[in-house]
């Protein structure tokens, strides 16, 4: 059998107008992918290296060619887990195993990967990013039709005007907002309430990642999700009691291989899941469509926030988001 040759590329995708968070904005999204070949079948993953994890294109890129060696030794999904830290290069490698895995036997990746049937397609957010209340309310207005899950990103002042506005554009939508660590404990029992009253399934990460203890105990009216507090299998336990609601993301797990691990783990432990993402193309996507199976929230939009993605690509049906096929991954 052929020894198996790593390649690794860096990729910029256009972002259509600006993503906004409360941590700044964004006009294009950088993803790094790998990808392994036997020179017959070839697999592939993408990540996007975060900033925020202490991640960048040029680290990301030299951690996954520092793995070529061992990849054309054979490193299989399971060594990798070893050899590798959790983050974003690990998720692009594990991810282009799955699927060269899947190339070579002819069988779908949820299949290798033991589920009981075939992904079903997946009711995904639709991301509102944070903007003045007009705005946003006109876009979930232009959106709430063809969208009726949508995810507002807010910042901390404000933030109840904006909601009260999306809410008042889209009636019926079904509502979760993400601070992305932007609020203080006296923002978070002022808006929980409100929040509330306005029909919010879900706030997503309100305090900073280093200052969530403060949430021990409280009596959120609102459920709370960690996502940056939320990594790999071994934050779980640390996130008892202070969240119901974890939000999995492979570039923070490492790859689907955790992923998976992971969204057990957290239902076996009484956590509500999301699966989230990155702002990144469909082959992104891809990978967390198996891990969004069963999910409570599924927020796997980045394809929809870009203005070209990649041929072929995933398929939206508005907010219904197709399997992947084959010819994309896996």
């Given at each position: 059998?052929?020894?198996?040759?790593?390649?690794?590329?860096?990729?910029?995708?256009?972002?259509?107008?600006?993503?906004?968070i409360?941590?700044?904005?964004?006009t294009?999204a950088?993803?790094?992918?790998?990808?392994?070949?036997?020179?017959?079948h070839?697999?592939r993953g993408?990540?996007?290296?975060?900033?925020?994890y202490?991640?960048?294109v040029?680290?990301?890129?030299?951690?996954l060619?520092?793995?070529?060696?061992?990849?054309?030794g054979?490193?299989?999904?399971?060594?990798?887990?070893?050899?590798?830290?959790?983050?974003a290069?690990?998720n692009?490698l594990?991810?282009?195993?799955?699927?060269?895995?899947?190339?070579r036997?002819?069988?779908?990746?949820?299949?290798?990967?033991?589920?009981?049937?075939?992904?079903?397609?997946?009711?995904?957010?639709?991301?509102?990013?944070?903007?003045?209340?007009?705005?946003?309310?006109?876009?979930?207005r232009?959106r709430?039709?063809?969208?009726?899950?949508?995810?507002?990103k807010?910042?901390?002042?404000g933030?109840?005007?904006?909601v009260?506005?999306?809410r008042a554009?889209a009636p019926a939508?079904r509502?979760?907002?993400?601070?992305?660590?932007?609020w203080?404990l006296?923002?978070?029992?002022?808006?929980?309430?409100?929040l509330?009253?306005l029909?919010?399934?879900?706030?997503?990460q309100?305090?900073?990642a280093?200052?969530d203890?403060?949430?021990r105990?409280?009596?959120c009216?609102?459920?709370?999700?960690?996502?940056?507090?939320?990594?790999?299998?071994?934050?779980l336990?640390?996130?008892?009691?202070?969240?119901?609601?974890?939000?999995v993301k492979?570039?923070?797990?490492?790859?689907l291989?955790?992923?998976l691990?992971?969204?057990?783990?957290?239902?076996a432990s009484?956590?509500?899941?999301?699966?989230?993402?990155m702002v990144?193309?469909?082959?992104?996507?891809?990978?967390?469509?198996?891990?969004?199976?069963?999910?409570?929230?599924?927020?796997?939009?980045?394809?929809?926030?870009l203005?070209?993605?990649?041929?072929?690509g995933?398929?939206?049906?508005?907010?219904v988001?197709?399997?992947?096929?084959?010819?994309?991954?896996?």
């Amino acid at each position: 059998m052929s020894a198996i040759r790593l390649t690794v590329s860096r990729e910029a995708f256009p972002i259509r107008g600006a993503f906004r968070i409360s941590r700044g904005a964004k006009t294009e999204a950088h993803v790094v992918v790998a990808e392994v070949s036997d020179g017959e079948h070839r697999g592939r993953g993408e990540c996007v290296p975060y900033a925020r994890y202490g991640e960048s294109v040029d680290g990301v890129a030299a951690a996954l060619e520092a793995m070529a060696e061992a990849v054309a030794g054979g490193l299989d999904r399971q060594a990798l887990s070893r050899a590798m830290a959790p983050g974003a290069a690990r998720n692009a490698l594990d991810c282009a195993l799955w699927d060269l895995e899947a190339k070579r036997s002819g069988m779908p990746v949820w299949r290798l990967a033991g589920l009981d049937r075939p992904p079903e397609p997946l009711v995904t957010c639709y991301t509102l990013s944070v903007d003045e209340p007009a705005a946003m309310a006109e876009a979930a207005r232009g959106r709430a039709a063809r969208h009726p899950l949508l995810k507002m990103k807010l910042t901390g002042d404000g933030d109840l005007e904006r909601v009260a506005a999306v809410r008042a554009a889209a009636p019926a939508a079904r509502l979760v907002v993400d601070a992305n660590e932007g609020w203080t404990l006296d923002q978070l029992h002022r808006f929980a309430p409100v929040l509330a009253g306005l029909g919010v399934e879900m706030i997503e990460q309100p305090l900073p990642a280093g200052r969530d203890e403060a949430l021990r105990g409280i009596d959120c009216p609102v459920p709370l999700g960690a996502d940056e507090s939320c990594h790999g299998l071994e934050s779980l336990e640390r996130l008892r009691g202070l969240y119901r609601v974890v939000n999995v993301k492979l570039d923070k797990t490492g790859g689907l291989t955790e992923a998976l691990a992971m969204t057990r783990a957290a239902r076996a432990s009484g956590f509500e899941v999301m699966v989230g993402c990155m702002v990144a193309t469909s082959l992104a996507m891809a990978p967390a469509v198996l891990a969004g199976q069963g999910a409570r929230w599924v927020d796997l939009d980045g394809p929809l926030l870009l203005a070209r993605d990649r041929e072929p690509g995933l398929v939206y049906d508005g907010a219904v988001l197709q399997p992947p096929a084959p010819e994309l991954w896996g």
